[in-house]
């Protein structure tokens, strides 16, 4: 009787001490909601479904982001230079945009910045974003502020926010202040809130981003890639600028594996596209003539892509499986200035 | 002693006691009174800053009325009709003005009237209370300078031998009025009370306002948002009953020195809820750290609402949580606002204009949201041609770059950005932007945008300024936005 007391006296020890880490209360952990499908259960009981996920519809990238990028959490996007600000706010506009899609209520989208990034890199300009994204910019709320702290203040009081849809705190350099205390806050208020925040760090001059290590459980570097060709009725139009494609490194991910994409952006559907790697529009189009961005009529492409993206790797001199070192975090090679 | 220039001559402005003591006088010429006592202090009159110390102890009376006019140069009006029993009576509560004053080094004098014309001799002729109705009285002995005239006027009635007051409500008043002119008689109107006189605030009265007087001053800011919390709890009942909420609320701090603060915060939304408004101010003194000095503490606190709105009172859904995200939105908007500023929440909002700097606005957050957030997204391609297709991101002021073009009007073949060379690869455009002429703004020329690619794929917007052969001859270059 005493030994039986005692050892659910260590488990209920055991217990509290399990919640203390996974931050809920002991009564919460005893039966955990599992839903018929079998899902995981994440941090705070949140079920991780279908919907745990922002599944960017490119299989390859949902399958090596196990899943998609975690839709409540924080997700750090990189840009190597100012000059990649363009691709890296039109990223992160595309995976609002997913999110919105997916989305039933009516929450606005929260870009929280700073003067001098807006400065230096622009103001996000709100016509853009019903043509190429579908997101009326009436959802769309700008936060401007002269210092740092501030912007990061304004992100933790809206991440706690349910009806925030999607948050994109921009953040310029490397500051002190957004060390991992405030990064795990934002993912922990995230996780809760149950809308994604989107870290968009944007490189200063001289000291590059992304040196210290954050709370983001996925982490993108981005760069523009040449654009395909305009599609027109009667084929691709030669020396046209086409959707917009990406280059998409994930430089951190859950579990462990790193990759590199080369995605289409397609403003009329707002889904992405997968290009393969190593493609030129220029010759493809010049060549064949036929098609410019093959993975929109014929997604059955994916399998060959996999045969290339080994040999372009193989290329670029990296070891197998990781980025190639110009894709790499922006504080890890030099980089030229602007 | 303070001098002034009048004129070509430097004058005595003010004097002290003890210049007073040796004979000197306003109005004395400077010269004089260097040469009767060469050692005296003279300073120039500042009229600035003895507007600004008038206006502060006009802030201060506002603990006894919110009814305080600036009268001339040197003078206050205060309006007690309605707050004198709080302090005990009109005689204690002038005690109490003329005690303070003293305490805090100003000599001065007090008048007590049922008229403002009678209150102002009253102070200026060291006169007892005049009680309503004596006004006939009080005015009979007293000379033509406590009715404010203008110094022409005077001369002229005192030229004739009208030298008392109270002789001119012995004179028949047409001639008076057929010599005189109108003002005499309205200023002795204003006087007796026949003609009413206003005496406009120099600050709006608040519809509502509640106060609290502390014996211990509040020296800490958790004492402040404390006791908004509790006026503001004070102000829910009557904001209740009148069916609205606040849109402004300002809390005034009287400290016990004189200074006032004024603390505002504006609010999207009609407010009622005190932990809210406590929490509104508790950003707004978060903000303002450092920025009020509380010195040896705050001895009044008045919260007073300077709008108001109707409030709405949304059903509650029976399970008590009432998911109304738009509301938590627009508090937190209210804390931003209260402690960033009014510009640190935007929402943009697209305007018909060509121009791209022009075709996005941003709008602080309180102001738009009078509109709705539930706008319907418009598919792309549905109702009407596409729009053009325009960057991700905008630069405020475009910014020149070098470019080299093939022929002077061809799209760019490399540009220079930000020291930077970049080489295109391709281009598109151009898109013609031609200035908008019916808003008046003659100076702007002719744009025409080239959407281009660098060899790594980086995507911009350049436009060329001028038209070139009929605008210009050296064409300027500008980079105006980034595309994704």
């Not at chain 1, 740092?148 to 310029?172: C, D, H, M």
């Not at chain 2, 201060?60 to 009006?77: H, N, S």
């Not at chain 2, 509109?371 to 002021?397: D, I, W």
Request: charged residues 25%; glycine residues 10%.
């Amino acid at each position: 009787m005493a030994r039986e007391a005692a050892a659910r006296q260590t488990l209920f020890a055991l217990r509290r001490e399990v919640a203390r880490i996974e931050g809920t209360l002991a009564e919460r952990l005893v039966l955990p909601p599992v839903p018929a499908d079998g899902a995981l259960v994440r941090h705070s009981g949140i079920p991780s479904g279908s919907s745990a996920f922002i599944r960017t519809g490119v299989p390859r990238l949902d399958e090596r982001l196990n899943g998609g990028l975690p839709r409540a959490a924080l997700t750090e996007i990189h840009g190597a230079g100012m000059r990649d600000m363009g691709a890296v706010t039109g990223f992160a506009f595309a995976l609002a945009s997913l999110v919105l899609q997916g989305d039933a209520s009516d929450g606005p989208l929260f870009w929280i910045g700073t003067e001098d990034g807006f400065r230096e890199g622009g103001l996000p300009y709100a016509p853009a974003l019903l043509r190429d994204y579908g997101i009326a910019p009436e959802r769309l709320i700008l936060s401007r502020v002269r210092k740092t702290g501030e912007a990061l203040w304004i992100a933790g009081e809206a991440a706690r926010l349910k009806a925030v849809s999607a948050l994109i705190l921009e953040i310029r350099g490397n500051p002190a202040r957004l060390d991992l205390t405030v990064t795990r806050r934002l993912q922990r208020r995230a996780v809760l809130a149950g809308h994604p925040v989107f870290l968009v760090r944007q490189s200063s001059g001289t000291k590059p981003a992304g040196a210290e290590p954050t709370a983001a459980p996925v982490r993108l570097l981005l760069s523009p890639a040449p654009a395909g060709l305009r599609q027109t009725v009667s084929g691709p139009l030669p020396g046209s600028i086409g959707p917009p494609v990406f280059r998409v490194g994930i430089d951190k991910n859950r579990n462990g594996l790193p990759g590199q994409f080369l995605l289409e952006w397609a403003p009329d559907t707002h889904s992405f596209h997968e290009r393969p790697v190593g493609h030129d529009p220029e010759n493809d189009a010049e060549n064949n003539g036929i098609v410019v961005s093959p993975s929109r009529h014929r997604p059955d492409l994916a399998p060959s892509s996999g045969a290339l993206m080994a040999l372009a790797e193989a290329g670029d001199g990296a070891p197998r499986g990781e980025p190639p070192g110009k894709q790499h975090a922006a504080h890890r090679g030099a980089r030229r200035a602007g | 002693m303070a001098s002034r220039q009048e004129n070509n001559t430097r004058r005595i402005a003010a004097l002290d006691e003890r210049a007073e003591a040796l004979g000197l006088k306003c109005g004395m010429g400077i010269a004089d009174a260097r040469a009767m006592y060469p050692a005296i202090e003279i300073a120039e009159e500042d009229c600035e800053a003895d507007r600004r110390l008038l206006e502060s102890l006009a802030d201060w009376c506002d603990r006894y009325t919110p009814l305080v006019a600036v009268e001339g140069k040197d003078g206050l009006f205060l309006d007690i009709s309605g707050s004198a029993h709080l302090f005990g009576g009109e005689k204690r509560l002038l005690d109490e003005v003329l005690s303070c004053f003293l305490h805090q080094g100003f000599a001065v004098s007090a008048g007590l009237a049922s008229t403002p014309g009678a209150a102002w001799a009253a102070a200026r002729f060291s006169l007892s209370p005049i009680r309503e109705g004596k006004e006939k009285e009080a005015l009979w002995p007293l000379p033509l300078a406590a009715l404010r005239l203008p110094a022409e006027t005077r001369e002229r009635v005192e030229s004739v031998g009208l030298k008392r007051a109270g002789m001119l409500l012995a004179t028949p008043r047409a001639p008076l009025a057929r010599r005189f002119g109108k003002e005499l008689l309205l200023r002795i109107d204003q006087f007796l009370g026949i003609v009413d006189e206003p005496v406009s605030p120099r600050l709006p009265v608040s519809p509502l306002s509640v106060e609290r007087r502390l014996t211990e001053p509040a020296m800490l800011q958790s004492e402040i948002e404390y006791l908004a919390g509790l006026l503001a709890s004070t102000l829910r009942t009557e904001l209740e009953r009148r069916g609205e909420g606040a849109r402004m609320l300002r809390l005034s701090l009287f400290r016990v020195d004189g200074v006032v603060n004024r603390i505002e915060i504006g609010t999207s939304q009609p407010l009622r809820d005190p932990a809210l408004i406590r929490r509104l101010f508790r950003e707004r003194l978060a903000a303002l750290e450092g920025a009020i000095d509380a010195g040896y503490g705050f001895d009044l606190v008045r919260l007073s609402v300077s709008a108001t709105a109707p409030f709405e009172t949304p059903q509650a859904g029976l399970a008590g949580e009432n998911a109304d995200g738009e509301e938590e939105l627009a508090m937190l908007a209210d804390r931003i606002r209260a402690r960033l500023g009014a510009r640190a929440v935007l929402k943009p909002a697209c305007m018909e204009s060509h121009i791209p700097e022009r075709a996005a606005l941003e709008l602080p957050y309180a102001e738009a949201a009078a509109g709705s957030l539930t706008a319907t997204v418009r598919k792309s391609g549905q109702g009407g041609p596409l729009p053009p297709q325009r960057p991700v991101r905008l630069f405020g002021h475009p910014e020149q770059v070098d470019v080299t073009a093939e022929v002077p009007e061809g799209p760019p073949l490399r540009f220079r950005w930000r020291n930077v060379t970049h080489r295109v690869a391709r281009s598109e455009g151009p898109e013609r932007i031609a200035p908008e002429w019916w808003h008046a703004a003659a100076l702007e020329r002719t744009r025409d945008y080239y959407r281009v690619e660098d060899e790594a794929g980086h995507r911009y917007w350049i436009y060329r300024e001028g038209f070139y052969g009929a605008e210009t001859v050296h064409p300027r270059w500008f980079l105006q936005g980034l595309f994704a």
